[in-house]
């Protein structure tokens, strides 16, 4: 089952995205959807309709709308292009080698903030203040013979 979209073609298009391919742009909101939702544990997915849950935060459609735009604007990943005329050179360097979708590091960072998943060193104390204040009492006691 596909995930829903976070985006419409509409989106990118107020974004300044050409979506004169609409197929294309629509097949690219889809895919950096199905990855947001993956980052995500599918959190704005409604489990029993499978549709989109009410409050999903702006910062999805914008994540959403800015990695559809990367793979629309730059389907080849190019990075860096150089050209010449005599004797005819042309190099290109490629950051993305495929025409993928995907997400940078920090916009997984902040989807997953979004969804409330946290990640990070933490410590967690397995014993309850009132437990441990117990044992502290019964430390303290007489101990009858």
Known sequence: MAS???ATTTD???RGVDVSDVARAQAAIDDASARIHSATNSVWIDADSGALVADVPQIALTICCSAARRALANPLGVT???EGIGS???AQTFGNASPDVY???SEIADLRRAAGILSGAFTVNPTPAARK???KAAARR???V
């Open 80 to 82: 860096q292009q150089s």
């Open 142 to 144: 007489p101990v009858k």
């Open 133 to 135: 204040a117990a044992r």
């Open 4 to 6: 829903p979209a976070l």
């Open 12 to 14: 990118l298009s107020t």
């Open 88 to 90: 005819y050179n042309v």
């Open 103 to 105: 997400l940078t590091r």
